[in-house]
């Protein structure tokens, strides 16, 4: 292990030149000149046994370390991004968010667009970065995600960005100091954590027959504690809607909905195949925590909030820090100033703070926001000078819930582009989906029809074969021609079902409408005529990300609107992973009558190796 960190070390030191840091203010309020620049990133990946939360766990490392590294880039730049597997099995990168304009082969999932990245192989991807924003990348294979396979990417845009932070003060001191905290973005990573593996907890959802939505901690940065408060004071906490599907019963120790009927639905289920400590007890951890250092003589910072959560939809406050959310998804919104942000499965929301309170360490809160569990999980901001003297007040209880009068949460639903784009009025093709539980309640469908088996991952990449068999069975593939207009209406059927986060590979989507109860017209232009208050097509958002609305009683759906404009295999599907293991997923073959000719170093078996 020793002679495999050194050459890390040696290998690192020799690519550091290469590597993008971050821009310099210089850099990234200029324009430089019109060029682009090559930026050669490196990843080793190794399995290690990590402590940082209080217990060892089997945890993929970057260059030794979860997260990764980020890879900060500008607008334009052209990325060679190496792989090396270390790890003693497969392995493939997605870089979340990303376009892949042109490059669909270099979108990181196997049996789609690539094969799996063999032990002891290298692959490198190759790609542009188009749009700024905040991004990240992390394993395609199974649920290596879960066990630490991720790192941020963060793209600046060229040039002053004055006319929009104007939108958040007008006052020239704080223009000045929020352009230079913009340029300086601080990568943070919510997650839930359980000391399973992946694999470990997908066998128990297998074996017992459930969905398990329960964790054992919440992390920041790859950091905390599994915290155990003691059942009555979970209980105390419990919300009136969550007593009333509790209907007598309690929550467990680690705070989690336990496996109702409700819940799970009407499927046999072998409870003697699940763990006690793998939804009951509670055993609690003395973990790290993260710091967050910031300069007050800066006058702002900017945070970037990415989830790789596998179960929890999340929501973040800092103590006495109001956020100025303005971005999601890599695109500028019109700024919400809030005291809590809820954050879904493969979101990415950037935000400011004034750092105008006293020098001292404000608490960060991340609670979980559904239903299904009580929890939180905390990390330090710490401006620079303290004394490291904590009293600060809080905006949220260990729950979540409000504890202050001038409370505002962001708003998903009340998202407003900063620059409104209007998607095309009528759609030319039409495809309504059903997200359920398919024959077990581990096992799920996003098509209504079949389940999107991880088995295909080995299979050969749709990229490479989009006439096969596999490429047009309609239950797991959408096929598009090149040009038109998409929507895709996804419905959620299920009893109590929670949101689903669907993210869609390639290019972002608008989103176009939502609402509860049945779906019951053949396309968006004929629901506009009997609900049009459900539906936006002057200013919608533009997503990679966005949720099926919760379903508790009746049924639920979304409506997305997106361009074929770039031809490939590319994959929608709900992002928390243990539901996207049991099948939620479905291919997108886009611009089938204008398939892309797949370069020499990409073919099968090349692994873009020249």
């Given at each position: 292990m020793k002679s495999l960190f050194a050459f890390f070390v040696a290998t690192l030191l020799c690519h550091?030149?290469?590597?993008?840091?971050?821009?310099?203010?210089?850099?990234?309020?200029?324009?430089?000149?019109?060029?682009?620049?090559?930026?050669?990133?490196?990843?080793?990946?190794?399995?290690?046994?990590?402590?940082?939360v209080g217990r060892p766990k089997k945890t993929i490392l970057v260059n030794g370390i979860s997260p990764g590294p980020a890879l900060e880039l500008q607008v334009g730049d052209s990325v060679e991004f190496v792989v090396h597997n270390h790890l003693p099995y497969a392995t493939a990168i997605h870089f979340h968010g990303i376009t892949q304009l042109g490059t669909p082969w270099s979108d990181?999932?196997?049996?789609?667009?690539?094969?799996?990245?063999?032990?002891?192989?290298?692959?490198?991807?190759?790609?542009?970065?188009?749009?700024?924003?905040?991004?990240?990348?992390?394993?395609?294979?199974?649920?290596?995600?879960?066990?630490?396979?991720?790192?941020?990417?963060?793209i600046y845009p060229r040039g002053?960005?004055?006319?929009?932070?104007?939108?958040?003060?007008?006052?020239?001191?704080?223009?000045?100091?929020?352009?230079?905290?913009?340029?300086?973005a601080i990568p943070i990573f919510v997650s839930d954590w359980t000391h399973y593996t992946f694999d470990e907890f997908f066998a128990i959802e297998k074996a017992s027959g459930l969905d398990?939505?329960?964790?054992?901690?919440?992390?920041?940065?790859?950091?905390?504690?599994?915290?155990?408060?003691?059942?009555?004071?979970?209980?105390?906490?419990?919300?009136?809607?969550?007593?009333?599907?509790?209907?007598?019963?309690?929550?467990?120790?680690?705070?989690?909905?336990?496996?109702?009927?409700?819940?799970?639905?009407?499927?046999?289920?072998?409870?003697?195949?699940?763990?006690?400590d793998a939804w009951y007890?509670?055993?609690?951890?003395?973990?790290?925590?993260?710091?967050?250092?910031?300069?007050?003589?800066?006058?702002?910072?900017?945070?970037?909030?990415?989830?790789?959560?596998?179960?929890?939809?999340?929501?973040?406050?800092i103590d006495e820090h109001p956020l100025y959310v303005f971005s999601a998804d890599g695109k500028y919104i019109q700024p919400q100033v809030v005291q809590q942000l809820p954050i879904s499965?493969?979101?990415?929301?950037?935000?400011?703070?004034?750092?105008?309170?006293?020098?001292g360490d404000y608490t960060i809160r991340v609670t979980v926001s559904g239903i299904n569990q009580i929890n939180s999980g905390y990390a330090t901001l710490s401006y620079r000078g303290s004394a490291h003297n904590n009293t600060s007040v809080a905006y949220?209880?260990?729950?979540?819930?409000?504890?202050?009068?001038?409370?505002?949460?962001?708003?998903?639903?009340?998202?407003?582009?900063f620059e409104a784009v209007a998607p095309a009025p009528v759609a030319d093709v039409t495809h309504i989906l059903t997200l359920e539980h398919f024959t077990q309640s581990w096992n799920w469908t996003l098509s209504g029809n079949a389940s999107f088996a991880e088995y295909l991952e080995n299979d050969a990449p749709l990229l490479y074969s989009p006439t096969s068999a596999q490429a047009e069975n309609s239950n797991l593939t959408i096929r598009t021609h090149n040009g038109t207009w998409v929507d895709i209406i996804i419905v959620s059927a299920q009893p109590l079902s929670p949101p689903h986060p669907i993210h869609k590979h390639s290019n972002k989507f608008f989103v176009i409408g939502s609402g509860s109860g049945a779906f019951n017209y053949s396309s968006v232009a004929e629901a506009i005529q009997y609900i049009p208050e459900n539906f936006n097509l002057v200013n919608p958002p533009q997503r990679d990300g966005s949720n099926v609305p919760a379903a508790p009683a009746e049924p639920s759906w979304l409506a997305i609107r997106y361009h074929s404009v770039n031809p490939g295999a590319f994959l929608?599907?709900?992002?928390?992973q243990t539901h996207f293991s049991g099948g939620m997923g479905i291919a997108i073959l886009d611009g089938v009558d204008a398939w892309p000719k797949i370069p020499a170093e990409y073919r099968a078996g090349k692994n873009g190796l020249p």
């Open positions: 550091w030149q290469l590597v993008s840091a971050a821009p310099s203010l210089a850099q990234a309020l200029s324009p430089r000149s019109g060029l682009t620049d090559k930026v050669h990133f490196e990843i080793f990946l190794t399995l290690e046994d990590v402590e940082d990181g999932v196997p049996g789609l667009s690539q094969e799996p990245i063999q032990p002891g192989a290298t692959f490198i991807y190759r790609w542009t970065a188009d749009e700024s924003g905040t991004y990240f990348y992390h394993s395609h294979r199974y649920g290596q995600i879960a066990d630490g396979l991720y790192g941020a990417i963060i002053s960005q004055e006319s929009f932070f104007r939108s958040i003060s007008n006052d020239s001191k704080d223009l000045a100091a929020i352009e230079i905290a913009a340029v300086h398990d939505y329960c964790a054992d901690a919440t992390i920041i940065n790859g950091k905390g504690s599994i915290i155990c408060p003691g059942i009555d004071y979970i209980n105390s906490l419990v919300s009136p809607v969550l007593e009333t599907i509790l209907n007598g019963s309690q929550v467990t120790a680690k705070g989690c909905l336990p496996p109702l009927d409700i819940a799970q639905g009407p499927y046999p289920h072998n409870f003697s195949a699940l763990p006690a007890d509670c055993n609690p951890t003395q973990g790290k925590t993260e710091v967050i250092t910031v300069d007050p003589k800066l006058g702002w910072a900017r945070l970037d909030f990415i989830s790789p959560a596998s179960v929890n939809t999340l929501a973040i406050s499965n493969g979101f990415r929301y950037s935000a400011l703070i004034k750092l105008d309170k006293p020098v949220v209880n260990y729950a979540g819930a409000n504890l202050t009068a001038d409370f505002v949460a962001f708003d998903e639903t009340a998202i407003v582009p929608l599907h709900c992002h928390v």
